[in-house]
């Protein structure tokens, strides 16, 4: 006959189970909810990398149209022509995918300004600059579409960005680009139109192009204080814009490349989602806005895009819910009969949980500092590009504008002069193949003296100006290899400088000792500018300021209008100078 339990474990016994299931069930609902939350962190890293990695595509937009509006910025002329033949060396199908392509939109009131002040700017009274600034005001950009190239034949440019635009008005943020002198962007419209009539939404990216003389005349309201605002020569001096649709659906497919995709994200081009603002259309109604649409988890995060505050929204997919450990968490409401075992279970899953949570933390982090040295390097790679190859083409051109000058007058010079231009072709060349293959050089002596002896001497190809250079004997040896390549750079930059907007007589360049210090001096007889002017801060100086504080050094630029202009650049001795 089977014997009966304790009357205190009969009389007690709901109250045990009660104990063990509840200590089970609610251990159990906490680690779940860590591990939702855990997961609505993991989800706001990814929504920031999404937000970087668009914001990094853009970046790669603003740079090819800072190239073309330098470049069309400089050409007298722009025919069809020109323009198609620009477009077709950057190669966008394969570079940036996400360009539907490129338009220039003329200024029919472009010049109109001559038409109220006198054809000199040198000769303008205070009255004329009033009536310069006053025509600005009342006159409107009235664009008209040019020209537009795009990789694929089957599509056309709308018309409607050819309209007016007032200096205190905009169209949707391109009338703040003119006198800004910034990208602006569109809201969400339509931005392509294919040949069967379908109409293609996105956003556009625009910048104006100006006038080729225009630094040459906003250098005559140099000095305190101003004889016309700055954004006055802007508006008055735009020829046109150059606009760039951007397929936000192409550049949202792009951030992923190779990897699994465990987000999915929708483009607004307002703070809040709205069905009138999405960018990335997708063949359904926007998730965010469905309310059918029921994710694990959702994410609202703004993104200011130039002169819009736009957002993205961030949904969760499989991928993503496959790798959350709140899964885990569940299983701990099936075993409340053994207490001790799901209590160890449990909190091996928890310690499981948090390392795994901090090792997906810790490659989001390195995935952004990943494509923050990819921006820094690409910076870096502009830059040297600028100061050195393009530097040395500049040179090039003035030189082929002088031979040209003297091809009916003087053939034989100019043909001499055509081979040394071919000899500065040819070190060009050689200096990007040494760029390309900089790393097999580092450590290796520099001869900057010999350096600065070339930079003058191909400099004094192509211009008439006396170019002089003086070498303390050893401060040449004072400088690391490093420190050399810098300081050339710098002086190239200085030269170029001089010679393309100075119009100098004389460039004198000086490189001299201190006790301890190496400065490097470029000094001309040119027209000078004001270095505080607004908008006078361009690619050149903002290079040769960031190399001198790479170096630990400092850069002093000085100018007066009409003396002339002086490049100081003093760098601490890289090593001591060699004794025989």
């Known amino acids: 006959m089977p014997t009966s339990p304790p009357l205190r474990i009969r009389r007690y016994w709901p109250a045990y189970v009660t104990l063990v299931v509840g200590l089970a069930v609610g251990m159990g609902w906490r680690l779940h909810r860590q591990a939702v939350e855990l997961d609505r962190l993991r989800l706001l890293r990814i929504a920031e990398v999404v937000r970087d990695r668009l914001q990094t595509k853009v970046q790669i937009t603003d740079l090819i149209l800072r190239q073309a509006q330098d470049y069309f910025g400089s050409q007298e002329n722009i025919t069809d022509g020109v323009f198609r033949e620009w477009c077709r060396k950057y190669g966008w199908s394969v570079t940036a995918p996400w360009m539907h392509g490129m338009a220039l939109y003329t200024n029919l009131n ?99 192009v100006y006038e080729v003389k225009r630094d ?177 083409l500049y040179a090039i051109q003035l030189g082929l504008g002088h031979t040209a000058q003297k091809l009916d007058a003087e053939p034989a010079n100019a043909g001499r002069e055509l081979s040394a231009v071919r000899g500065e072709l040819d070190t060009v060349i050689a200096e990007i193949r040494q760029f390309i293959t900089a790393e097999e050089s580092v450590g290796k002596d520099v001869d900057f003296a010999g350096v600065l002896r070339a930079l003058a001497l191909r400099a004094r190809v192509g211009t008439a100006a006396q170019i002089d250079l003086r070498c303390d004997p050893d401060a040449a040896d004072r400088l690391s290899a490093a420190q050399a390549v810098q300081l050339a750079n710098i002086a190239r930059e200085a030269m170029s400088n001089s010679l393309r907007h100075g119009k100098p007589q004389r460039v004198e360049i000086v490189l001299r000792s201190e006790p301890e210090n190496v400065v490097l001096e470029v000094a001309d007889s040119g027209v000078g500018f004001d270095p505080k002017a607004p908008g006078r801060s361009g690619v050149g100086l903002a290079s040769m300021a960031a190399r001198a504080q790479e170096m630990h050094g400092t850069l002093d630029i000085q100018s007066t209008s009409g003396l002339g202009t002086r490049v100081v650049v003093r760098v601490p001795a890289g090593r001591t100078p060699k004794t025989d």
């Open 110 to 208: 472009s010049g109109g300004w001559r038409k109220v002040v006198p054809q000199n700017p040198a000769a303008w009274t205070e009255a004329d600059f009033h009536a310069f600034q006053e025509f600005a005001r009342g006159t409107s950009v009235n664009l008209k579409y040019a020209f537009g190239y795009s990789h694929d034949a089957t599509k056309r440019w709308p018309t409607n960005y050819a309209v007016k635009l007032q200096l205190h008005g905009s169209y949707r943020g391109f009338g703040g680009a003119i006198p800004a002198n910034t990208p602006q962007t569109t809201d969400r419209q339509i931005v392509i139109e294919h040949d069967g009539g379908k109409p293609e939404y996105g956003a556009t990216v625009g910048v104006p």
């Open 216 to 392: 040459e005349l906003r250098e005559l309201a140099a000095g305190p204080p101003p004889k016309a605002p700055a954004h006055s020569y802007n508006w008055n001096l735009c020829r046109g814009l150059l606009l760039v649709p951007i397929d936000y659906v192409t550049l949202e497919s792009l951030i992923w490349g190779n990897e699994p995709k465990e987000v999915g994200v929708e483009i607004y081009a307002s703070q809040q989602p709205r069905h009138d603002s999405w960018l990335n259309e997708a063949n359904c109604q926007p998730r965010a806005l469905d309310p059918a649409f029921k994710p694990y988890l959702t994410a609202t995060i703004p993104w200011t895009l130039y002169n819009g505050h736009w957002s993205l929204f961030v949904y969760t997919l499989p991928a993503f819910e496959a790798g959350s450990p709140r899964y885990m968490a569940l299983l701990s409401f099936g075993a409340g009969a053994a207490m001790t075992l799901l209590a160890m279970a449990l909190v091996g899953m928890a310690l499981r949980t948090r390392n795994r949570q901090e090792l997906m933390t810790e490659q989001i982090r390195e995935a952004r500092d990943a494509l923050a040295a990819a921006q820094q390097e690409r910076d870096t790679f502009s830059r040297d590009l600028h100061d050195g190859a393009i530097q040395s």
